[in-house]
């Protein structure tokens, strides 16, 4: 007699895909900030960085899921 397993789905990792999006914008913008500043920009490579380090690379670690994902979260966890 064979009996079903339930297979359990993979394990999402703490980032989405949008925190990647993020994270990966906020490392373009400091590599082109230091290639920048190694052809000796003094005004636009120490923005890029600040943008890069201080701005894109926060959001990218602490953007949440967004809206829809926690609403369906929610319901899976509650049966609804």
Do not use: H
């Not at 005004?43 to 602490?62: K, M, S």
């Amino acid at each position: 007699m064979a009996t079903k397993r339930n297979v359990a789905a993979p394990e999402q990792g703490f980032f989405t895909r949008r925190n990647w999006q993020w994270l990966i914008a906020g490392g373009v913008v400091i590599i082109a900030g230091f290639i920048s500043l190694s052809m000796g920009s003094i005004t636009l490579a120490p923005i890029l960085l600040v943008l890069g380090y201080c701005v894109l690379i926060p959001i990218g670690i602490l953007a949440g899921p967004p809206k829809d994902d926690a609403d369906s979260e929610v319901s899976q966890v509650t049966g609804e």
